[in-house]
């Protein structure tokens, strides 16, 4: 793996995330505002996502997500709170995709304006048409 890409370390602390949902199937688009928060776990980080989802005629909930970043030699792992896999990615071709039948996930991290990032995921299957694109900003202390 090429050296270029962001390390498991560089994403350490707390981020901005701002989410558009787009559903191909309804027509509709809902949003996420929150944080995510990369803290030291053992063997890796662990990904804590929490905010407001505002879906189309429903009235604005909490959301929370979960999940595990680990980092070898193959390049970046994510694997869901629970310990299973969910998708891997080489930081320097950071495209990965999750079957979870009979439905189809595919990520692509865009990393090229780092420390500002941001995800686009592609969700397909008999029931299932839907984009999210997620922005990602570091938060940085107001006193540092």
């Known amino acids: 793996m090429s050296r270029s890409g962001p390390f498991l370390q560089n994403f350490i602390g707390l981020w901005s995330v701002s989410r558009v949902i787009s559903d191909h199937f309804s027509a509709s688009t809902?949003?996420?505002?929150?944080?995510?928060?990369?803290?030291?776990?053992?063997?890796?980080?662990?990904?804590?996502?929490?905010?407001?989802?505002?879906?189309?005629?429903?009235?604005?909930?909490?959301?929370?997500?979960r999940y595990h970043w680990h980092q070898d030699e193959n390049g970046l792992h994510v694997s869901f709170d629970d310990g299973r896999p969910f998708h891997s990615f080489d930081p320097d071709?950071?495209?990965?995709?999750?079957?979870?039948?009979?439905?189809?996930?595919?990520?692509?991290?865009?990393?090229?304006?780092?420390?500002?990032?941001r995800t686009i995921w592609n969700v397909s299957g008999p029931r299932k048409a839907y984009q999210m694109i997620t922005e990602y900003a570091p938060m940085r202390n107001e006193g540092g």
């Open 30 to 65: 809902g949003t996420f505002h929150g944080t995510a928060c990369f803290t030291a776990a053992k063997h890796g980080l662990a990904y804590i996502e929490t905010g407001k989802l505002q879906l189309a005629g429903q009235p604005p909930f909490h959301a929370e997500r």
């Open 93 to 117: 071709n950071p495209e990965a995709s999750h079957w979870c039948d009979p439905d189809t996930y595919e990520v692509t991290y865009e990393f090229d304006d780092w420390p500002h990032w």
